[in-house]
């Protein structure tokens, strides 16, 4: 079967965006702060400029709205993990291969405390702004499925894997990776998994997925 790019299932791209522009990062760092501190309801654009180290001219040239800064730090890190996937829609390894360094990136990246910060602020802000947490789902469980779901399809056209629903074990997948781990986390139960913990819950996560998906 071809590899050509134009014919395998297309992937989200990112969009046109300032993210790279370092003083775009320097307001959405100092956002993180106050927003973490505070929660949503209690930060203020004069506070966010103050801690960003900007004046509120400038914090309104990048956004206009507490609210428009508030979804660019749900919305902030939703690409790191489309690029992995892009390359193992043409990857030529074993699907068992391709799995563990998928669900490694997922879970490395679960683990960071940015990560993790933004996800509590969005399910503390949620219950008030159900609009937040729509779009954390949208950008994060949903677009990682489809994504993913993806590389399950293609796998499934080589006959590496059964049939199946390939967003649903997608889905399944994304969540072996964190079982265990991600819930501890968010509570600040334990601090940041080891590496031989993380390897151990992918290999796990493989595992099991394999058992239930390979041919």
Do not use: H, W
């Not at 003083?23 to 004069?46: C, H, N, P, T, W």
């Not at 390359?87 to 997922?106: F, H, M, N, P, W």
């Amino acid at each position: 079967m071809t590899t050509d790019t134009q014919e395998l299932p297309t992937l989200s791209e990112d969009p046109a965006q300032k993210t790279d522009n370092a003083k775009y990062q320097q307001i959405l760092a100092g956002a993180r702060k106050v927003f973490r501190a505070k929660g949503f309801d209690g930060a203020s654009m004069e506070v966010i400029a103050k801690e960003a180290g900007v004046s509120k001219g400038t914090l309104y040239v990048y956004f206009n709205s507490k609210e428009a800064l508030f979804e660019a730090l749900i919305l902030q890190d939703r690409y790191s993990q489309a690029e992995i996937l892009r390359e193992a829609l043409v990857s030529k390894a074993d699907v068992e291969t391709d799995l563990r360094r998928i669900g490694r990136s997922y879970l490395q990246k679960m683990s960071k405390p940015d990560k993790l910060s933004t996800l509590r602020m969005v399910i503390g802000a949620a219950e008030k702004f159900p609009q937040f947490g729509m779009l954390l789902y949208e950008a994060g469980p949903c677009q990682g499925r489809r994504d993913l779901g993806a590389f399950i399809q293609e796998r499934i056209n080589r006959g590496e894997l059964k049939d199946c629903d390939a967003e649903l074990a997608a889905g399944q997948f994304f969540d072996l990776c964190v079982a265990g781990v991600l819930r501890r986390m968010l509570l600040n139960a334990s601090p940041k998994p080891s590496q031989e913990e993380i390897e151990n819950n992918i290999d796990a996560a493989v595992k099991v997925f394999m058992a239930a998906y390979a041919v």
